[in-house]
């Protein structure tokens, strides 16, 4: 059973940098084929779908976040990150890491969730 934790700061200050990880357990992050995202839900929003890594390490952003948007990993740690600059009150959302079958979905596995909010 694949499961996935992120962890963070829940409280950035605007302009920063939002930093999460997520930590990956029953399962490699290497494995062929499957990608791993970050996606997000602003409160009374949809979810939005911000970027994902690859199983062999390839990037993939939303066209709308990509200039702000990093995701790297650590497979020594099986984790993935998400780092998101210049953040502003817009960002404040619940950030989910999942794991799809493509870049930007179907999601089998999700992590819990976990709230960040942007304010000074």
């Known amino acids: 059973q694949v499961q996935l934790q992120e962890s963070g700061p829940g409280l950035v200050k605007p302009s920063q940098t939002l930093s999460l990880t997520c930590t990956v357990s029953?399962?490699?992050?290497?494995?062929?084929?499957?990608?791993w995202s970050w996606i997000r839900q602003p409160p009374g929003k949809a979810l939005e779908w911000m970027g994902a890594?690859?199983?062999?390490?390839?990037?993939y952003y939303s066209p709308s976040l990509k200039s702000r948007t990093s995701i790297s990993r650590d497979t020594s740690k099986n984790q993935f990150s998400l780092q998101l600059t210049s953040v502003t009150p817009e960002d404040t959302a619940v950030y989910y890491c999942?794991?799809?079958?493509?870049?930007?979905?179907?999601?089998?596995?999700w992590g819990q969730g976990t709230q960040v909010t942007v304010s000074s």
């Open positions: 029953g399962g490699s992050i290497t494995t062929s084929a499957y990608y």
């Open positions: 999942a794991r799809g079958t493509g870049y930007s979905g179907p999601y089998r596995y």
């Open positions: 890594i690859g199983y062999e390490g390839s990037n």
